[in-house]
C-alpha cells in the first residue's frame, strides 16, 4: 500500500519529525500529514515550508510518549525517524503509535545503532580513536558530564539515550506489532561507520 508514490487520502503522523523535511515531502505526495514534535522551533520549520510551498500540514506540540492528543485508530502510517534517542524511555512511545494506528497500518522507525554510544565520541571525532568508554544502555543524564555534552554538541543541545536492541525492536513486538522489514546504513566519511552501520530503520504493521 505505502510503496506507490501517490500517498492521497494516507493519514500520515510524523512523529517526533519536526524541521521542515519529511512532512513536506509526505504531503507533497498528497498524504493528510500531522507533523508531532516536542520543539516548537521544529514545528516552525514545517509552518515555514507549508506556507512557502503551498501545503496543507497540520502541526501538534507534544510528547513523543503522550499521543493522547489523538483517538484510537487516527493514522493509516507513522513516519517515526532518528529521535527517540531523545526520549528517557522508548517502551511507550511503540504502545502509543499501536494504539493511533488503524489495523493494517506501518510504522517505519529509524534510530541510531545503540553501539555506537558505547564509545568515546569525543575522541572519536576529534582524535580518529575508537576506545569503549560506556556500559549500555547510555543517559546523557547519567553517563556524561555537562562539560563533555558542551564538548560535543554545544550549550542547549537535548539529552541523548541509547536504548537496547530489546526495547527498540522487541518492544515493537510486545506492543503488538509485526515485523516486516530491517535495514542497516552507515553515514558517509565517519570513524565508526568504517566499523558496523551507524543506524538501524524497522517497518512494523499493525495486524487488521
Known amino acids: 500500500m505505502y510503496k506507490r508514490q501517490d500517498l ?52 501538534v506540540q507534544g510528547d513523543m510518549r503522550d499521543l493522547s492528543a489523538f483517538a484510537d485508530g487516527s493514522f493509516d502510517l507513522i513516519f517515526h525517524p532518528v529521535s527517540n534517542i531523545f526520549a528517557p524511555e522508548v517502551r511507550p512511545v511503540w504502545r502509543e503509535c499501536f494504539r493511533v494506528l488503524r489495523p493494517g497500518g506501518a510504522l517505519l522507525m529509524g534510530t541510531v545503532n545503540p553501539v555506537e ?45 541509547s536504548h537496547t536492541l530489546e526495547d527498540q525492536i522487541g518492544g515493537q513486538l510486545d506492543a503488538g506489532f509485526v515485523l516486516t522489514g530491517f ?25 487488521r
Open 8 to 59: 492521497r487520502g494516507v493519514d500520515v503522523l510524523c512523529l517526533a519529525s519536526g524541521g521542515g523535511q519529511q512532512g513536506p515531502i509526505l504531503a507533497a505526495a498528497g498524504a493528510n500529514v500531522t507533523v508531532f514534535d516536542n520543539s516548537p522551533a521544529q514545528l516552525r520549520q514545517d509552518e515555514l515550508v507549508a506556507r512557502r510551498e503551498g501545503l496543507s500540514i497540520r502541526t
Open 117 to 161: 554510544y558505547a564509545f568515546d565520541r569525543y575522541l572519536a571525532d576529534t582524535e580518529g580513536v575508537l576506545q569503549l568508554k560506556y556500559r549500555l544502555p547510555y543517559s546523557d543524564a547519567s553517563d556524561i558530564s555537562e562539560e563533555e555534552r558542551t564538548k560535543l554538541y554545544g550549550p542547549h543541545a537535548p539529552y541523548e539515550f
Open 183 to 207: 535495514f542497516e546504513a552507515r553515514k558517509d566519511n565517519d570513524r565508526l561507520g568504517q566499523y558496523f552501520p551507524n543506524y538501524i530503520a524497522t517497518r512494523a504493521i499493525k495486524p
